[in-house]
């Protein structure tokens, strides 16, 4: 998707990628994998950050307004809402890759239970997830927000396997298409 993103849209993938600073902001919250509950090694265990609900996709954050500007012109989109700490969790290199695929979701409605959809055989350690998110209490603490918004993403991917028009307009469709 990201790709995707960059190809179509350089100047809102410019926008919305992570920096630096708030990677930093990040990992010093977190200091561990928050879905293993230990502070990683290095090399294929090492600690790295990742969007919640990648800023790019704010046109599908339940805000009309948002969604009508994006798709009008998706470059002048202010992402400042959706690139904050508080969408950004750390995790182990393998973990992150599958959360950031919607394989691995967490269902704040259940005290914040760890789903994971598939992708275990994928896990380097074959150590298994906690049950439940570890959550650092603080003003900078993952939003619940930004964590249903990717659960939902989850859902539409895994178990409803996904539908171009929940992602695209009829027309952007279409356009694409000739």
Known sequence: ???VVEENSPLL???ASLTAPIIQQALDRDRQCIFFGVVPSCGSDALVATWVFPSFMGYKANDPWLENKYYRDPNACDLSDLMVVENVVSGRKDIVTLFWENKLGVDVEDDYRIIL????ESLNSGVPLKSHMILVDG???PSDRFLRLHFQECLTVSVC???????YRDQ???NFME
């Open 13 to 15: 993938s410019a926008k």
């Open 161 to 167: 396997r996904g539908d171009v028009t929940e992602d």
């Open 172 to 174: 952007e469709i279409e």
């Open 139 to 141: 003003p900078y603490r």
């Open 1 to 3: 998707m990201e790709k």
């Open 117 to 120: 959809f598939e992708g275990s």
